[in-house]
């Protein structure tokens, strides 16, 4: 879910095939530099970009070649090959690719950029040749979650980071799991290595802006920190939406109030004889298993099959939602009850004091990937609440089969709540979400208001539901400058960004895969 929706939600390779020319949420790149950015801070603007997503390649090169049209100097930093760690979306090393007589993709985007009219002098290296840590930064033993979130660096927050950047896919979330010291280590000292460099970069070419992907990723977010500390705006990439190519805001990308407020605003702004049906086709996608983005949620599910003998009476739905996304956002989970265990124990509770009431948990069909131990204790909190009907990751039934037999849907901030909503159900959200302050749902933060909602559920807005739908499908900008290829990836000036040799790819592949097995090692 983008991120906004949290990216580890999406497989940000995915991207339907050659989109054709839609209105997006901001017709115009230029128009929304122009209005989020002063002259002055438009001035010269550092890009930096650490993955090989095709979506983040392709912001780049958008930005940079909308930014110089504007007549502002731009500075790239396409510095996935030196850090010392390789980020998420990392595919390919410079080095190695030449080696091996092919480019990897920050070559083919830095070539394609070229071609389109960038100065080569737009590309800087990182300014500090023998680069030393300003602080001690071994951690001498293993670590867990809240003692690497305490980690800094020049008093900015590297655990963050850190943590957005798994050992392996068994990594849970659990506090009583301790991940491995080299791990840590090498991570702080990649994310250590890019503060510097990048607070160098802002000093020595007199930085006015900086741009990064996503903003919470271990080096983005270092430059982040050091844009920060320089006291200049920072601009954020993530994905667009369905019918779009990528977002740019102004805005962190986990700012849901700001989100929630563009879908809101898109919707007052679209032609009312569009923006229904806009919405719903986002919704019918999701309901019809027909969403390349929600693929790994359904494929376990038989579309269409429902709850065998339903329950007479009124059914509560609980529809359990992929907490690792969420553990790392700020929020005060005190608000919300806690935790999403104490969620549904509060929930089955009432759910038990009120009549003819029957209970059905549906656990998140992504557990069927996630960490053991993530789901055993899921399962644990599950078994202590005592619904009266679990249905398992992996069940056949359709969730959106369920919710439409359900007369109540309640989430901790699952997209299924603003789904359920779509199909005319009350939904009740007891978690955050990115759906919750535009009154299409029912947000509750106790035990009193839970049990008011249960009693009088309110029917959602359709209006407020379509708005959530539209920007879903139209989110963000496509691109103007980089034309999609016909296998639904980018090119510039006949440089397909992704347009690596088999034989490269395999090498690399094995030598990061060595890299983690090493640092992972006790």
């Not at 798994?166 to 280590?185: N, S």
């Not at 994905?239 to 990308?253: K, W």
């Not at 069909?365 to 204790?377: A, F, G, L, Q, T």
């Not at 089969?401 to 959200?429: H, N």
Request: charged content about 25%; hydrophobic content about 40%; some cysteine.
């Amino acid at each position: 879910m983008p991120t906004g929706l949290p990216v580890s939600s999406v497989d940000a390779s995915m991207t339907s095939s050659e989109k054709p020319k839609v209105r997006a949420e901001h017709p115009s790149l230029t128009d929304y530099l122009r209005t989020r950015l002063t002259d002055q801070q438009r001035e010269r603007v550092l890009i930096a970009s650490f993955n090989h997503w095709e979506f983040g390649m392709a912001a780049v090169a958008e930005t940079a070649l909308t930014l110089t049209s504007m007549g502002s100097e731009v500075f790239l930093a396409l510095w996935s090959s030196k850090t010392p760690h390789h980020d998420e979306g990392w595919v390919a090393d410079r080095r190695v690719c030449r080696l091996l007589g092919t480019r990897s993709p920050d070559e083919n985007l830095e070539l394609g950029l070229k071609r389109a009219g960038i100065s080569p002098t737009a590309f800087v290296a990182p300014p500090i040749k023998r680069w030393r840590p300003a602080e001690d930064i071994t951690t001498k033993r293993p670590l867990n979650r809240s003692a690497i979130r305490a980690l800094t660096y020049r008093g900015t927050p590297a655990g963050k980071g850190i943590l957005q950047v798994h050992p392996d896919r068994q990594t849970p979330i659990t506090d009583e799991y301790l991940w491995p010291r080299r791990w840590v280590d090498r991570s702080l000292r990649s994310y250590a290595w890019t503060y510097d460099q990048a607070a160098a970069a802002i000093r020595q070419h007199r930085i006015t802006a900086v741009m990064v992907n996503n903003g919470r990723f271990l080096h983005d977010r270092a430059v982040v920190e050091a844009a920060k500390a320089a006291g200049i705006p920072i601009l954020a990439t993530d994905l667009g939406g369905f019918d779009t190519d990528f977002d740019l805001t102004a805005e962190a990308t986990h700012d849901w109030d700001a989100l929630q407020q563009r879908m809101l605003a898109a919707y007052e702004s679209w032609d009312p004889r569009e923006r229904q049906e806009l919405g719903a086709r986002w919704f019918e996608m999701r309901a019809a298993h027909a969403d390349p983005w929600n693929t790994l949620f359904v494929e376990a599910q038989r579309k269409g099959t429902a709850l065998a003998d339903r329950p007479d009476g009124t059914l509560v739905v609980f529809f359990s939602s992929s907490g690792d996304e969420m553990v790392e956002l700020d929020f005060d989970w005190g608000g919300y009850f806690g935790g999403q265990g104490q969620a549904l124990q509060t929930l089955a509770h009432i759910c038990r004091e009120l009549p003819n009431t029957t209970l059905v948990v549906r656990s998140h069909p992504h557990k069927r990937v996630k960490p053991k131990r993530d789901v055993e204790e899921w399962l644990g909190d599950v078994e202590r609440a005592q619904p009266d009907i679990h249905l398992d990751p992996f069940s056949p039934v359709d969730s959106y089969t369920l919710m439409r037999q359900a007369d109540v849907v309640v989430t901790y901030g699952s997209t299924t709540g603003i789904e359920a909503a779509f199909a005319g159900k009350p939904v009740i959200v007891m978690g955050p979400s990115i759906y919750d302050q535009i009154d299409a749902v029912t947000p509750v933060h106790n035990e009193d208001e839970l049990r008011a909602a249960l009693t009088s559920p309110t029917p959602p807005d359709e209006d407020r539901v379509a708005a959530f739908g539209l920007l879903m499908m139209r989110r963000g900008f496509q691109t103007e400058r980089v034309p999609r290829t016909a296998d639904g990836g980018y090119a510039l000036e006949g440089v397909r960004f992704m347009e690596v040799s088999p034989l490269a790819l395999k090498v690399n592949d094995l030598l990061n895969r060595t890299q983690r097995t090493f640092l992972r090692r006790a």
